[in-house]
């Protein structure tokens, strides 16, 4: 194999393996807007018809910001992650979940059909 072919190799590999780093990193982001979208029908219990109108980066490393209205009210959710796709915190615009709170919501809420079922997006 001659210089430039080896190069061209190299060069393609490289990028196979950022892409596929790439790739990684927006199915961890896909899955923290997920939970963190379904987290906003257990949150606001009792109240109906959630909408989302924004989600985004939070303003913190590892976080996702859901922006959302009940009715005319708008509201926000803050949640954070450890480096992968596990929730570690939840902050909304009314209060921040205690570790049995948000225990509670992981085991008993987001890790079920329901959630899935009651996501906002696209309501």
Known sequence: MN?????LVSLAGVAG???????CES????????TCRRAVPALVQGESGAQVLRVGPGSAPD?????????QRRHWLLCRFNPGADL??????????????LYLLKRYYLDTPDAERADPVGR
């Open 17 to 23: 393996f950022l892409g596929g780093l790439a790739a």
């Open 3 to 7: 210089v430039r072919v080896r190069w």
């Open 88 to 101: 570690t915190g939840v902050t909304t615009d009314r209060s921040t979940l205690t570790g049995a709170s």
């Open 63 to 71: 976080s996702v910001r859901v922006d959302y209205a009940v009715g």
């Open 27 to 34: 199915a961890v982001e896909r899955q923290r807007v997920a």
